[in-house]
């Protein structure tokens, strides 16, 4: 049986993009599509390895625009020396993205007429349970009121690191630097300048990034100290009415993070959906997505995954390899680890103290008014955005337990095409005719009838 696969085609949620920018064997099948973040076309990615007051964040950029118009500013909890600075990986991202997508299986029926096989089918079919910067310059600035902690240079980026006693002054600072932030920056900024945050801000140094012949920006790694479990996302929502989605994969070494500030609740999983959706899973995903987020009023985060990343049963992309975990900003690891896969073992589990978390949250400004706090917690139960498609039987049954199955599958297809409708609000009449049920579960009138006598 050949395994298919197919690919369905985020500015920092928390990043404020100075710029203007034009314009996702207990759960055994074969993966045939993921819904990762190539869905969306306003997506933020943000990693972020924590342990104990120790935080790696690694912010992906897919800045579209002229890159002299980009900058960035993040709140932080500290002043960050040029040693907790680096570029990271774009494709450590992609890989965390591909691991953790909620994802699409098959299972095909057995023939019915050899009722060992057709059992262990019924069997592995069934859904899993889910445990599943001179000194007038600096005189400057301090009538400003801001003052230049450090600034240094990573890779293409300048970085300068400031500190602010209102927000007026450091709006005006940072458009006498060239900065092209939107207007009503001054009252996001402000509560972070309460808080006596520090704020981040890089720009791309035109030079080395022409020099270096990079095509796309790299994502930018901080590591910083600090009880603060949290993501500052209102300063992305200064230049934007609608709505964000912002997908963050937490790597742990406890267990599931979820946030404390707003509820967590799970994607819809572990359903049969009609086999019609393989070729459409990407418009599924989407509508089912907005479906569980309207029906939560909008102020919820989504886990779309949770797990152990010792295992995966199975993969729908390979486990990342030290190395990788590494990347991603895990600096718990245990290099003397006896655990790391021999080299032709590409899928065994290269560490058991890293829990990855994902979730998906789509917001606003009026539905998510705080920025997002986070709890590590003790739940290392396993959980995945999972869509089931059963194939039916489509050779001959000429037997009892044959036309049984025929008859069962009417029942079946109508509950498929609910359970569709309830999840992504479509048409049920819709659904039904591209399911086109009548021909799917037919049988003829003389194996009916035959089949009341037993034979």
Not at 26 to 40: I, P, T
Not at 427 to 435: E, F
Request: positive net charge; aromatic residues 12%; hydrophobic residues 40%.
């Amino acid at each position: 049986m050949k395994i298919f696969r197919a690919l369905i085609c985020v500015l920092l949620a928390f990043v404020i993009l100075i710029g203007f920018t034009p314009s996702a064997l207990a759960f055994c099948g074969f993966y045939v599509a993921k819904a990762d973040s190539k869905l969306y076309n306003k997506a933020s990615q943000v990693v972020i390895a924590r342990k104990d007051n120790r935080t790696v964040l690694t912010m992906a950029n897919d800045y579209q625009g002229d890159v002299k118009d980009f900058a960035m500013v993040v709140p932080v909890p500290t002043v960050l020396k040029e040693e907790q600075v680096q570029v990271g990986k774009p494709k450590i991202i992609e890989r965390l993205d591909a691991f953790s997508a909620p994802r699409l299986v098959e299972y095909f029926d057995d023939d019915p007429c050899a009722p060992v096989m057709y059992d262990r089918a019924l069997e592995s079919a069934a859904p899993p349970p889910a445990p599943i910067a001179n000194q007038a310059m600096k005189r400057s600035n301090r009538n400003l009121g801001v003052t230049v902690e450090a600034q240094f240079n990573v890779g293409e980026y300048d970085i300068v690191i400031l500190s602010a006693k209102e927000s007026r002054g450091l709006e005006r600072w940072l458009r006498g630097n060239g900065y092209k932030i939107p207007r009503g920056a001054k009252q996001l900024l402000r509560p972070y300048i309460r808080q006596k945050m520090k704020f981040f801000v890089a720009k791309v140094n035109l030079e080395k990034f022409d020099e270096n012949g990079y095509q796309k920006l790299r994502p930018l790694q901080i590591a910083y100290e600090s009880p603060k479990f949290m993501l500052p996302i209102r300063l992305g929502m200064v230049n934007s009415t609608s709505e964000q989605d912002l997908i963050a994969y937490i790597l742990s070494p406890k267990g599931q993070a979820e946030l404390t500030n707003y509820r967590t609740a799970k994607i819809p999983s572990n359903v049969n959906i009609p086999v019609y959706i393989k070729e459409e899973f990407g418009d599924f995903y989407k509508s089912m997505f907005q479906t569980s987020y309207t029906k939560e009023d909008k102020k919820v985060a989504f886990l779309e995954y949770a797990w152990d990343m010792s295992n995966c049963d199975p993969c729908s992309a390979d486990p990342l390899s030290r190395e990788e975990l590494k990347d991603a900003g895990v600096f718990w690891l245990n290099d003397n680890s006896n655990e790391i896969a021999p080299p032709n073992f590409r899928r065994r589990p290269v560490s058991n103290n890293v829990f990855i978390t994902r979730l998906h949250v789509r917001y606003t400004r009026n539905k998510f008014p705080e920025d997002l706090m986070f709890q590590e917690t003790s739940n290392r139960d396993n959980f995945q955005g999972r869509y089931v498609l059963q194939h039916a039987f489509t050779g001959k049954t000429d037997c009892s337990a044959g036309r049984q199955y025929k008859r069962s599958l009417r029942k079946r297809f109508e509950k498929e095409a609910q359970t569709l409708a309830r999840l992504t609000n479509w048409n049920i009449q819709d659904i039904r005719q591209k399911m086109k049920l009548e021909g799917q579960a037919s049988i003829s009138f003389w194996q009916g009838f035959l089949s009341w006598f037993g034979m």
